[in-house]
């Protein structure tokens, strides 16, 4: 940290706010029209109906859900991050977790459009939600995907709010650093923030039961998400590991893609290199490393508790697994998530940009096999033979899928050019303040 | 003071010699052990004693290899608030051989426990796993396995905090002596130690987290051949991070004082270590409420037996509520306040009542699939069955407890008065003072 000070922190971080520049404009068209794909996708679903999709009878849940399930797991890195390892007091949070917060709100955004994308007749969301009606018309709260929509919601809520909580000293920065118009709209998303002792120590104090309030979120959301399927008796959802296993999936694969956009912005952004260290992204890659042992762990005794349950139908599946006509998707998982992250072992892997960048998009590939996979062989090969059906992706799915990558880049790019994608306040915390009397160059 | 002399003060505060009276206590208690399970082995109800040394030998390992996890975990992350504790959690490690030898006895009385060794009662689609020859092996190589992973880390942890006892305070016993044969300068040896035990700590957390999962299902959960539960393993391995915690939140409030660690076991430490006893009993509360909710909604048939035996039997349905009380609700509501995780004697009390509600949870996995087996062969055998005997405690399990806690601090003690209290080499062991 050697030269990194008060000032130089406020400059690159500021910086990197400036209007955008040609690049910013090129990848923003690139993603708009990823985006504009998928809302025309959309809308041809909507007027055609689910057609499109390769939703079938008996695979009635199919990219849709793979894709919401993958977008939530997306969105548990960044409140592991800012929450959990704020309680544990692990450093090398500092520099990366206003970017993964980010990830996280519009992960969780993306992943929210997924059920209404799925339900068919999207006019009718608000079924969802329980609301008083004349008919005495409730939703069935016995059903898990009740409570996901519960779930998913307050963790969207609680993530937001922490977010901006987080905010407020770094958007007070901006705001001092502005004028006019713009100067005024920091104020006002700064809530007035002016630094004093006072204000610091009531933000602290609220940051920190924050932190202790979204922690269990962390929890669970995706143990919700888990029970989707573990509630069922279908073979190879229902088995009581789904939870932490879901959980350790998550955080996975919600590391890889803090790796997939931190790596990028390290590189576009002067001085942010200095500032997000190598040792932060080998943290984060020992995370995946740890994530990654515990997903290979949950895997292999799923296969032993198949065959030691002695059930036939859950032997069946997992014999379908790996050797049915869907085994390509089980074995590019097994290489994406048991595999790829090994070379991570080696430390000089571990810090070579290049290899962690490709590392850490396989493990996101491999994260979104591991739910298709669940989600769509255990519906192809239930109980019945007569019932047995297999799956295809079609135009629409794909086109879909592509904007929500669009959507979910869409968000983050504007972050970056609007607010400070790095903690200004806390990042200062590390160093030694300047003294006044000191002479500094 | 330079560092060396801080060292040198905190190693002649914490030389200790295992005092005759206490070793003699222990030594008691290990022998009403041996008296009680010989006695019940012999006797008319031999399940009793083999149940009772089953339920204790799963308890006191876990506890063992658990306590270890932590000083491996320390060595992984850079986490400096667990140096004070590292030494003692491998002192705690000193167990685990012994918990080999108890289950190699246990091989013996393995009949008592297992249906499946009756090959007119085994599942047949489980015979491929659940056969005695098969069991012995894998126990027995996995295990063996581990204890030369765990001892080699042990060992290269040891190898320079004994060389520089021994250039601080001339510190010399015959186990502690064996360990520095070829000792080199004192910073290549910390170095060098460092390095090996950097590749070391991730082999023996992998290993112990597989050994966890294998006794777990090979000597718990197969006890009840039908029920099965992916979960199984980890529960098992979360039961015994938290077993570890507690007894280092238990030596800390003690060794503080004793050892006159003033600085290096400060008020903030074993605050740290109260709130991860909390943060393992939330754990643990998911784990099983993550079982029970799972297994309730499907009402698969194989599952359920399992749950309705210890939830909703009059048996032993009392029980799972109380284990809930005493693992979730008294570290949850007691831990919750920074008082209640400042003060040790609070702290400890509810430390003491976790390892107590985790031995019950032992008892409670293995006793009641136990009773049900041998009502199934009554039955089978023609005899009229009303029901369960249900928690019916008796001198056999007071007794083995007793023999097998004994040896367990026996070890514990034997193994810490022979080597540095507190790992003297490691440059991130600093007072609070220094921070």
């Known amino acids: 940290m050697s030269n990194v000070t008060y000032a130089s922190i406020n400059d690159d971080i500021l910086h990197s706010m400036r209007p955008p520049g040609k690049t910013w404009f090129a990848s923003m068209a690139i993603i708009l029209t990823m985006l504009g794909m998928g809302i025309f996708a959309f809308g041809y679903q909507i007027r055609h109906g689910m057609e499109g999709s390769g939703i079938n009878n008996p695979i009635g849940w199919g990219v849709y859900i793979t894709n919401f399930v993958f977008w939530v797991g997306i969105g548990h890195a960044g409140t592991l ?70 779930a998913v919601n307050t963790y969207m809520s609680v993530s937001i709010l922490f977010f901006l909580v987080g905010l407020v000293p770094d958007f007070a920065v901006v705001r001092d650093e502005s004028k006019g118009l713009k100067r005024l709209f920091y104020g006002i998303a700064a809530l007035g923030f002016r630094g004093t002792n006072h204000e610091w120590k009531h933000y602290m104090r609220a940051y920190l039961l924050f932190a202790a309030i979204a922690t269990p979120l962390v929890f669970s959301v995706h143990s919700i998400v888990s029970w989707d399927f573990a509630m069922s008796s279908i073979p190879g959802w229902h088995t009581t590991i789904f939870p932490p296993y879901f959980v350790a999936g998550a955080i996975f694969s919600g590391c890889a893609m803090v790796l997939t956009l931190l790596l990028p912005l390290r590189a576009i952004f002067p001085g942010f290199k200095d500032i997000i260290k190598m040792k932060d992204m080998e943290a984060m890659a020992k995370m995946i490393m740890f994530t990654g042992v515990i997903v290979t762990y949950a895997y292999s005794i799923e296969f032993f508790i198949a065959y030691y349950s002695g059930a036939k139908y859950e032997k069946a599946l997992f014999w379908f697994r790996p050797f049915g006509e869907l085994k390509f998707f089980f074995f590019l998982m097994v290489f994406c998530n ?104 | ?74 060595q992984i992350t850079d986490a400096n608030w667990g ?64 204890l030369i992973l765990s001892w080699i880390y042990i060992k290269n942890s040891l190898r320079p905090d004994i060389g520089l006892a021994k250039k601080l305070a001339n510190f010399s016993n015959g186990f502690a002596d064996r360990l520095v044969s070829n000792y080199g300068t004192q910073e290549e040896e910390e170095i060098l130690a460092n390095k090996k035990n950097i590749r070391m700590a991730p082999l023996v957390a992998i290993g112990w987290a597989c050994l966890s999962s294998l006794i777990a299902f090979d000597w718990v959960m197969s006890i009840d051949q039908e029920w099965y539960s992916t979960m199984f393993g980890v529960q098992y391995l979360v039961a015994s991070l938290i077993g570890g915690m507690a007894c280092l939140n238990l030596i800390s409030g003690v060794v503080w004082k004793k050892f006159k660690l003033n600085g290096y076991i400060s008020v903030t430490r074993h605050h740290d270590t109260s709130k991860f006893i909390f943060a393992l009993c939330l754990l643990w509360t998911y784990m099983i409420f993550s079982q029970v909710l799972v297994i309730w909604y499907g009402n698969i048939p194989e599952e359920t037996p399992y749950l309705i035996l210890r939830m909703q039997s009059h048996e032993w349905g009392w029980m799972f509520w109380l284990l809930l009380v005493m693992l979730f609700l008294i570290p949850f509501f ?60 008796n001198l056999f399990d007071f007794s083995i407890t007793l023999g097998v806690l004994g040896a367990f601090v026996l070890c514990f003690l034997w193994f810490l008065s022979r080597v540095p209290a507190l790992p003297i080499s490691d440059k991130r062991l600093f007072s609070e003072g220094h921070h």
């Not at chain 1, 005495?136 to 898990?144: A, D, H, Q, R």
């Not at chain 2, 009949?111 to 098969?134: E, R, T």
């Open chain 1, 81 to 150: 991050i800012s929450a959990v390892l704020f309680l544990v007091r692990a450093p090398f949070r500092t520099s990366i977790y206003r970017a993964s917060e980010a990830m996280t709100v519009f992960a969780v955004m993306t992943a929210a459009l997924f059920p209404l994308i799925h339900i068919g007749r999207v006019w009718n969301f608000y079924w969802l939600i329980p609301y008083p009606n004349q008919r005495l018309l409730w939703v069935n709260f016995k059903s898990p995907l009740l409570w996901d929509v519960f």
């Open chain 1, 338 to 441: 048991c595999v790829s992250p090994l070379p991570l072992w080696i430390k000089k892997i571990r810090t070579n940009v290049p290899a962690l960048f490709l590392i850490s998009i396989l493990v996101n590939i491999g994260m979104w096999m591991e739910r298709f996979n669940i989600v769509v062989t255990s519906l192809a090969h239930d109980f019945d033979p007569y019932a047995w059906g297999s799956y295809t992706f079609e135009w629409v799915e794909i086109w879909i899928t592509i904007g929500s990558f669009g959507w979910f880049s869409m968000w983050f790019f504007i972050f970056v050019k609007i607010m400070p994608s790095l903690a200004v306040a806390e990042l200062k915390e590390a160093l030694v303040p300047p003294m006044r009397s000191a002479h500094h160059e």
């Open chain 2, 1 to 74: 003071m330079t560092r060396h002399e801080e060292m040198k003060v905190i190693l002649e505060n914490s030389t200790f010699k295992l005092s005759g009276g206490l070793r003699g206590v222990l030594v008691l208690f290990v022998a009403v052990g041996i008296v009680g399970f010989v006695v019940g082995a012999l006797g008319s109800q031999p399940h009793l004693a083999w149940e009772a040394l089953l339920v204790n030998t799963v308890f006191f390992g876990g506890i063992g290899f658990g306590a270890l996890t932590f000083s491996v975990i320390w």
């Open chain 2, 83 to 146: 140096r004070p504790y590292k030494r003692f959690a491998e002192a705690l490690a000193a167990f685990t051989p012994v918990a080999f030898g108890l289950y190699l006895v246990l091989f013996f009385g393995a009949h008592h426990f297992f249906q499946w060794m009756d090959h007119d009662k085994v599942i047949h689609s489980k015979a491929g796993w659940l056969n005695f020859p098969f069991f012995i092996e894998r126990n027995i190589g996995l295990f063996v396995l581990v």
């Open chain 2, 334 to 393: 007691g831990l919750m306040s920074r008082t209640a995780c400042n003060t040790p004697w609070f702290s400890r009390l509810i430390s003491i009542d976790i390892l107590v509600g985790l031995w019950l949870e032992k008892y409670f996995l293995v006793v009641p699939s136990i009773q049900e087996n041998m009502a199934d062969a009554a039955a089978a055998a023609g005899a009229e069955v009303h029901g369960l005997p249900g928690f019916q405690y």
